[in-house]
């Protein structure tokens, strides 16, 4: 899972965004890659057009959800060396990482395979970056 680092913009916490609506049947989880469709919130999958952040919180279908905003740094579990500027992919189903082949992240800092690996969305996937 997805856990917050820094700033991007200027080290510490990451910007909250939101309320968001989670969209119904869906359920967010705190670290959640996670899209907008219609206004409301849903998780976000791999190759998805444009992703508006990870989730400050856990929430259920109707809540309310913060996102944490296009300047934020996350950290992961990652058993892979990784060198800054790298992309890399959302692994769905683990929401973790995993080898490119959408763009879907961008390392921010050279890391061993025994550190944790801190990655943003990548801008070309970002719903704030992406014209629409």
């Known amino acids: 899972m997805f856990r917050p680092a820094y700033n991007f913009q200027g080290g510490g916490e990451p910007v909250q965004k939101g309320p968001y609506t989670v969209k ?3 359920t967010i989880t705190q670290g ?18 444009t992703f508006a952040g990870f989730a400050v919180a856990d929430a259920a279908a109707g809540a309310e ?6 300047s934020a740094v996350m950290s992961v ?4 060396a990784r060198i800054d500027g790298a992309a890399l992919d ?10 490119k ?17 801190l990655i943003m969305i990548h801008p070309q996937k970002n719903l704030y970056f992406v014209s629409t």
């Open 24 to 26: 119904a049947l869906e």
């Open 77 to 80: 579990v990652d058993a892979n």
């Open 101 to 117: 082949s959408n763009v879907d992240l961008v390392v921010v800092r050279t890391s061993a395979s025994s550190e944790d690996t």
């Open 32 to 49: 959640m890659i996670c899209k907008l469709t219609t206004g409301e919130v849903e998780p976000a999958d791999s190759n998805d057009a």
């Open 65 to 70: 959800v913060y996102l944490y905003d296009i």
């Open 90 to 99: 959302v692994d769905t189903g683990s929401q973790s990482v995993t080898t």
